[in-house]
């Protein structure tokens, strides 16, 4: 899990966000990403539809649905 990132100004535009971001952003369904809700994903905490994100990766089926846990490092409860 990964919020929105900055990067130094002097090394924007080399791609280096687009290979760090993971979700979490409202611009993010450029690099691929959707909703992660329309993808049967619930966050673990109530985070807004457009700021929970995900992937859509080649193994994902219709019947990988759930709330999505996060290691207890990450966990935002």
Known sequence: MLGPI???P????????????????PAYPRFGFERARALALEAPAPWPDEAWMAPRLPAWTPDL???????EAFDPR
Do not use: E, K, S, W
């Open 6 to 8: 900055g990067v130094r």
């Open 65 to 71: 649905r759930g709330i999505v846990h996060f290691p």
């Open 10 to 25: 002097d090394r924007q535009r080399q791609g280096v966000g687009q290979a760090l971001m993971l979700l979490g952003h």
